[in-house]
T-cell receptor, first 110, second 116 residues
Framework: LAKTTQPISMDSYEGQEVNITCSHNNIATNDYITWYQQFPSQGPRFIIQGYKTKVTNEVASLFIPADRKSSTLSLPRVSLSDTAVYYCLVGGTNDYKLSFGAGTTVTVRA | GAVVSQHPSWVICKSGTSVKIECRSLDFQATTMFWYRQFPKQSLMLMATSNEGSKATYEQGVEKDKFLINHASLTLSTLTVTSAHPEDSSFYIC????????????FGPGTRLTVL
């Protein structure tokens, strides 16, 4: 499974855009990139998944450069309720299992 | 979106007893389910992968005789913690993959196990 590296923590303020970059230098050809959000004492919640270029849904955007060795999750106009741990995961097409890294703790302040 | 449930949401048991945790996919058939364990302030650690109708595949370091996994149907997987000890106290989370998905996207809400 490809190893991922992301910042341990990030601070932001309400209404700002938060961008979290994840490095995955040894991503395999068939691997997808998936981001999850987790609140304390809850299971992870799927945010977005992509393979290349840009993916956008109602809550976030995912930017993936051509070499796919990194990806950036963009959260527009965050609110206090976006305070959580965000995980970047790579893999899933061969054995479908996902291994979690340390994640990024995002703290949104008023 | 798809829903994965877990039961119970929390359980407290005495040391030496066994505890069963259920994971259900409510609106889809899960060909593969995964079990994770999460200690406080730590990330999720994959314990095992279970495929419907076959034996579970355990990650290195996870005792298969202690953490019994059964995936008897396409909507239900169970994790039994046998002879639980205080060090087994943790947050157990399952996830499920439907046919055609690239990876398991949907996670259960988790089960908090406390062993006294």
């Amino acid at each position: 499974l490809a190893k991922t590296t992301q910042p341990i923590s990030m601070d932001s303020y309400e209404g700002q855009e938060v961008n979290i970059t994840c490095s995955h230098n040894n991503i395999a050809t068939n691997d997808y990139i998936t981001w999850y959000q987790q609140f304390p004492s809850q299971g992870p919640r799927f945010i977005i998944q992509g393979y290349k270029t840009k993916v956008t849904n109602e809550v976030a955007s995912l930017f993936i450069p051509a070499d796919r060795k990194s990806s950036t999750l963009s959260l527009p106009r965050v609110s206090l309720s976006d305070t959580a741990v965000y995980y970047c995961l790579v893999g899933g097409t061969n054995d479908y299992k996902l291994s979690f890294g340390a994640g990024t703790t995002v703290t949104v302040r008023a | 979106g798809a829903v994965v449930s877990q039961h119970p949401s929390w359980v407290i048991c005495k040391s030496g007893t066994s505890v069963k945790i259920e994971c259900r996919s409510l609106d889809f058939q899960a060909t593969t389910m995964f079990w994770y364990r999460q200690f406080p302030k730590q990330s999720l650690m994959l314990m095992a992968t279970s495929n419907e109708g076959s034996k579970a595949t355990y990650e290195q370091g996870v005792e298969k005789d202690k953490f019994l996994i059964n995936h008897a149907s396409l909507t239900l997987s169970t994790l039994t913690v046998t002879s639980a000890h205080p060090e087994d106290s943790s947050f157990y989370i399952c996830s499920a993959r439907a046919p055609g998905q690239t990876a398991a996207k949907f996670f259960g809400p988790g089960t908090r196990l406390t062993v006294l």
